[in-house]
């Protein structure tokens, strides 16, 4: 199983990104997707999730009301807008896949994770 994520730079504050997170050998309809983030010196850091099974979303206090996650089961791939940003955005992105099709936001709760995303969120 292989999660790729991707579309991660260096932006000014008030900018959009959308990130994408690629995966490979992975029953990705039966998966839930999420994202987290880990800025340096503190922990990993749940931003976003969608169910695998009735496409629920939820959102991270942080980036409430300024991202979106959708997922493309055809194409085996999530994506994470993220709006208006600010410097306080500034992290690696993981993106990660959870068994679970109820709502988790901890990392235990996922089984396979991508190598993260550089997001540079400049003032």
């Known amino acids: 199983v292989q999660l790729q994520a991707s579309g991660g730079g260096l932006v000014q504050a008030g900018d959009s990104l959308r990130l994408s997170c690629a995966t490979s050998?992975?029953?990705?309809?039966?998966?839930?997707m999420g994202w987290f983030r880990q800025a340096p010196g503190k922990e990993r850091e749940f931003v976003s999730f969608?169910?695998?099974?009735?496409?629920?979303?939820y959102y991270g206090d942080s980036v409430k009301g300024r991202s979106t996650i959708a997922r493309d089961n055809a194409k085996s791939t999530v994506t994470l807008q993220l709006d208006t940003l600010k410097p306080e955005d500034t992290a690696v992105y993981y993106c990660?896949?959870?068994?679970?099709?109820?709502?988790?936001?901890?990392?235990?709760?996922?089984?396979?994770w991508g190598q993260g995303t550089q997001v540079t969120v400049s003032s």
């Open positions: 969608v169910s695998y099974r009735d496409g629920r979303k």
């Open positions: 990660a896949a959870s068994p679970y099709a109820y709502r988790v936001t901890t990392t235990r709760e996922f089984d396979y």
């Open positions: 050998g992975l029953r990705f309809s039966v998966y839930s």
